[in-house]
């Protein structure tokens, strides 16, 4: 089995200030993980992804991750936040099919002008 | 390239009544899934489907029906409303994995059900 815990439910950084949302994940099997972004009144879109290339994921928007496999964690980074980045933020993790997709409870990313 | 569309978007429903939220997928994923999501919680699988006349309960699917006759439509209902239902509902479409390389989720924009 796996899961995913977010360890801040809140995030605030003014803008042009970094990004990081931290991610720890637990999995019995090699793991995916995810990164979704969900704005206000809409679904989830997809930010990036890690499943066993690359260490450090780059995805859309500026942000990255990096899977650290010692430390079971895939935090979330951004250079310099954009007031656009507000939203709520998912880590995933899933096993070898996406028929069981673990979602952390989120983190809230707020952005101070 | 409409995605995922789920309708309706907002519903309030009286205790016991039934209804089916609608989702529809037009890029011809096989795998469609039903979450909820609670106030500061994340997405919980209700259903999920591998294909067109195959379904299977996830994480959170009691009082909760769904059907895949076609591969386009996942349609989830609720036979008898409770208040516990009251939660934002969302339905994603992906491609199979392949091994190890997870395909990511489509999601739809959800909709808000209120049980009173």
């Known amino acids: 089995a796996q899961s995913v815990t977010q360890l801040d439910s809140h995030v605030s950084v003014s803008e042009g200030t970094p990004v990081l949302l931290r991610c720890n994940y637990s999995s019995s099997y090699s793991p995916s993980l995810f990164w979704y972004v969900q704005h206000p009144n809409k679904g989830l879109q997809l930010l990036l992804k890690?499943?066993?290339?690359?260490?450090l994921v780059k995805g859309i928007n500026g942000f990255e991750a990096e899977f650290k496999k010692s430390e079971t964690s895939f935090h979330l980074t951004k250079p310099s936040a954009h007031m656009s980045d507000a939203a709520e933020y998912f880590c995933?993790?899933?096993?070898?099919?996406?028929?069981?997709?673990?979602f952390g409870a989120g983190t809230r990313l707020t952005v101070k002008p | 390239n409409a995605g995922v569309t789920q309708t309706p978007k907002f519903r309030i429903l009286k205790i016991g009544q039934s209804m089916t939220l609608q989702c529809t997928q037009d890029m011809n994923h096989n795998y469609m899934y039903w979450y909820r999501q609670d106030p500061g919680m994340g997405l919980k699988l209700i259903y999920y489907s591998v294909g067109a006349g195959i379904t299977d309960k996830g994480e959170v699917p009691n009082g909760y029906n769904v059907s895949r006759s076609t591969t386009e439509d996942f349609p989830l209902r609720l036979e008898l409303a409770a208040p516990s239902q009251t939660s934002v509902y969302f339905c994603?479409?992906?491609?199979?994995?392949?091994?190890?390389?997870?395909?990511?989720?489509?999601f739809g924009d959800g909709t808000r059900l209120s049980i009173l």
């Open positions: 890690y499943t066993s290339a690359a260490t």
């Open positions: 994603a479409s992906s491609h199979p994995g392949q091994g190890t390389q997870n395909q990511p989720q489509h």
């Open positions: 995933v993790v899933t096993a070898y099919n996406n028929n069981d997709m673990r």
